[in-house]
Every structure is written in C-alpha cells, then in structure tokens.
C-alpha cells in the first residue's frame, strides 16, 4: 500500500496538537500504520499521549523516533491558518510542517515503499511522543522504560528533527550537547544605602559571581563538539526603592556543555564558585539532559551513504543546536538525527516545500535499504 507524505502530512498539520494536547494527531498517525500491518501501543503516561509501532520481529530493528506536539503558533501573520494544512504554490503551510509532522509523514510513506517489497527481513519501529516541546517528562523517556521492559530496544535509532540548515541532505546530527540550568540566591543584610556598613550588599556579591563564572571560557571544545557555553538568562533583585540595599539577589544562567563535562559536574563547580563571593548562598540547578555523542562506525556510514545517493548531497556530521529527545534515547542504542530544513520551525508561517517532503521520504526509503531492514 502505498503512501503519499503530502496528504498524511496535511492530516497531522490539522490536528491542533499544542503540548500537552494530542488533538487526534496520534489517531491519524495509527490509522495510516494498521493497514501497513504495523502493531500499534498507545501508550498514556500522565496527560501525555506516545505510540510505539513495530512491524517484523527480528534484527536489525531500526526504530524512527518523533514527535507529534508542537508549539503554539504565536502571532498573527501567516499566510494560511497555522492548523490548516494548506498547500499553496507547491508549499505545505501549517504549525509542525517541518519541526516535525512533515517527517513523520514521511518516515510512514518510506515505510510504506519498503514493505512493498514484503515483509521485513528485521524490524520496523516508530516511537512518537506528545511531549517533545514542553517538560519532556511523560513522553520518550517513559517510552523508552516501557520498550526496555517488553523488549522492544531497537539496533539502532533516526530521529526525524529538522537537522539541515538551507538544503536536505547537509546534516546528520551524531551527538548534542548537554543542558543544565541553575538559579543563584544570595542573602544579604537590607539596610540604607547612606549606610553602607550597617548592610551587606548581594547584589555586590552577586555580580562578582556572574563575573567570575563569565570570566574564562569553560573549555576549547573537543573532537566533535563546539566549546561549552554559559550564558547568563536573567539578574533579578526586585526592588523598586532606590535608597534601599535589598535583601536579597537572584540570577539565572544556563550552560550548554560538551563531552568534556557532566552535569553533576558543573553543578558542582557552579557551588564553589558562589560560594567563594558569598556565605549566604543557594544554587538550584536542573539537568535536562547530558552530552552524548554516536561514534561515527558502519551504522553512522550507511546513514550518510543513503542520504547522499537520495538528495545528492552528502551529509556533514554535527552535533550543535539545542536538546532533543535523541538525549534520551543515547542510553538504550545508538541514535542519530536527520529530518527537514529547519530554517521555518517555531516561525509564523512554518512551512515546507512539498518537493522536499516527498525527497524526506525518498531519503528515509534509501536509509532502510541501506539498514537492510
């Protein structure tokens, strides 16, 4: 049977699907892999709606990753209704089109073309999250336990992100860097500032810390990765009386870090650092997810192979750009990222030329050739 990614496409786009809503998307989803004989688990966890998908039962399994929630459209300003999947002048219109509806609807037809042949010779597999954009707290991470415990862990996994910047076929991402957050209080003594000695200042204290964590560079980069970045994201104190020494001072800072570093690590040295300039200090970080790098290897060659003999282009390996759900699924196999050109995601009229969709597709049916799946 086969599949257009266009109409699939449109059908996702049409599903309101704003985290943590699934607004009937999974639902198109499973109604388009029944009919190719895929198994389909809806898997609920929390508020949060996730599929896993598997067709065949043997190895190689090669699992597609994605998910179908999105962020709000935002502003006025787009050419067509963001959730109206309209295609105009060769060009599919809609909140998701790239980032990353457009990319399962082509991973579907691609499975599709493949399975015209017969039934796999390994396996098959989709898992896609309704919790991608926002905490990432019920969705892949759960999945993946619940893969793990039935024994559905996959040879090997693609997750279908927007990797490319201006033209498909320029990226496959091998890695990300990791994600820690941190939030700085300093306690201090409030008094007037005519008075100075009767007082200990925070926000003195304050910007000497954030001058000391911006001072140097916290590395050179390494082999695969940019250097890690620390910036700081907000300096509060609240208060609106000028002659006053407030009580107290807050900042906020992320750092996106590379292999040469570990969250626990950074946090650790981010309390050391405050600790020095101030006492009367606290330090909350969060760790949204570490480094993680796929060793370029046969698996990493036939991916790049596939998608230079479909688009013409071959693929430079990266691992920049933000976090994704490929943080997760490092720890159970071997994972890389190869989808749209992102250069509309999260944009007032995101969009995605329907050529380049059905070139996706092309692309993720060599890739299962080539996977001998």
Known sequence: M????????????RCPSVTPADAGAQDVLAAALVPL???????????????????GS???????AGHTDVVPPGAAGWQEEPFGGTVRDGVLHGRGACDMKGAIAAFVAAAARHLERGAPRGSISLLITGDEEAEAVDGTARVLEWMAANGQVPDFCLV?????????GEVVKIGRRGSITAQITVH????HVAYPHRTDNPVHRLVQILAALTALPLDAGSEWFEPSSLQVTSVDVGNPTANLVPARATAALNIRFNDR???????????????????RAEVTTSLSGESFLTEPGEQVARLRRAIAAATGVEPR?????????????????????????????HQVDERVPVAELRALADAYAAVLAEFDV
């Open 2 to 13: 086969s599949v257009d990614p266009v109409p699939l496409a449109q059908a996702l786009l």
């Open 37 to 55: 004989g895929f198994t389909v688990h809806r898997l609920r966890f929390g508020a949060i709606e996730n599929l896993f998908a598997r067709i």
């Open 58 to 64: 043997g190895a190689p399994h090669f699992c597609f």
């Open 160 to 168: 279908g992100e927007p990797t490319n910047p201006a033209r498909l």
């Open 188 to 191: 201090g003594t409030q008094g």
């Open 261 to 279: 570093h570990t969250g626990a690590g950074l946090a650790a040295w981010l309390r050391a650092a405050v600790a020095r300039y101030a006492e």
């Open 317 to 345: 390996l990266d691992t920049g750009g933000g976090t994704s759900d490929a943080r997760f699924i490092a720890r159970y196999c071997p994972v890389a990222e190869f989808g749209l050109v992102g250069a509309t995601m």
